[in-house]
T-cell receptor
Framework: GENVEQHPSTLSVQEGDSAVIKCTYS??????FPWYKQELGKRPQLIID?????GEKKDQRIAVTLNKTAKHFSLHITETQPEDSAVYFC????????????FGTGTQLKVEL | DVKVTQSSRYLVKRTGEKVFLECVQD?????MFWYRQDPGLGLRLIYF???????EKGDIPEGYSVSREKKERFSLILESASTNQTSMYLC?????????FGPGTRLTVT
């Protein structure tokens, strides 16, 4: 089955700096890679996703890159703000209904003032 | 707006008790999932269902069972609760790719 590894487990940055979280996956058939953000005491919510037919996707201050050959993908947050502090999970799946997501172990991001 | 609800936010049970956790979604999604979330271990899949009365084991099914009698409802059952099942339990549903999570149930087994 799929195995997703995520690094680092904790990340502390100064407000305004960039943050990068990296994930690797094992199943070459995986083609859907979402990122979820979980604020303290709240449910995980999708913030961005990428499919294997593109290498990069941006949405305002967040971006995700995918390297299918190396089987890794990354989340980039620019101009970090205190409200970016949360746990971030990467995931991978073969996409489509009936397929399950395999999650990474999460990264606790802390943005310090 | 998709809504996934769970029957309890907090639950305290004794060792050996039978525990039912219920999840309901209102978007007619075919796929539903149960995860447990533990610090440092991320979200681990217990069971999932892609149709009524259908179920598939996830990565950590031992000690759990599930029931899906209606499309909107997916129940997680702990036949005989043990202390190592103390955790946060999250339900989710999806139709194609994006998963929508419930608020979670913090279960403590004493």
């Amino acid at each position: 089955g799929e195995n997703v590894e995520q690094h680092p487990s904790t990340l502390s940055v100064q407000e305004g700096d960039s943050a990068v979280i990296k994930c690797t996956y094992s199943d070459s058939a995986s083609n859907y890679f979402p990122w979820y953000k979980q604020e303290l005491g709240k449910r995980p919510q999708l913030i961005i996703d990428i499919r294997s037919n593109v290498g990069e996707k941006k949405d305002q201050r967040i971006a995700v890159t995918l390297n299918k050959t190396a089987k890794h993908f990354s989340l980039h947050i620019t101009e970090t703000q205190p409200e970016d502090s949360a746990v971030y999970f990467c995931a991978a799946s073969r996409g489509g209904g009936g397929n399950k997501l395999t999650f990474g172990t999460g990264t606790q991001l802390k943005v310090e003032l | 707006d998709v809504k996934v609800t769970q029957s309890s936010r907090y639950l305290v049970k004794r060792t050996g008790e039978k525990v039912f956790l219920e999840c309901v979604q209102d978007m007619d999604h075919e796929n539903m999932f149960w995860y447990r979330q533990d610090p440092g271990l991320g979200l681990r899949l217990i069971y999932f269902s892609y149709d009524v009365k259908m179920k598939e084991k996830g990565d950590i099914p031992e000690g759990y069972s599930v029931s899906r009698e209606k499309k909107e409802r997916f129940s997680l059952i702990l036949e005989s609760a043990s202390t190592n099942q103390t955790s946060m339990y999250l339900c989710a549903s999806k139709q194609v790719d994006e998963q929508y999570f419930g608020p979670g149930t913090r279960l403590t087994v004493t």
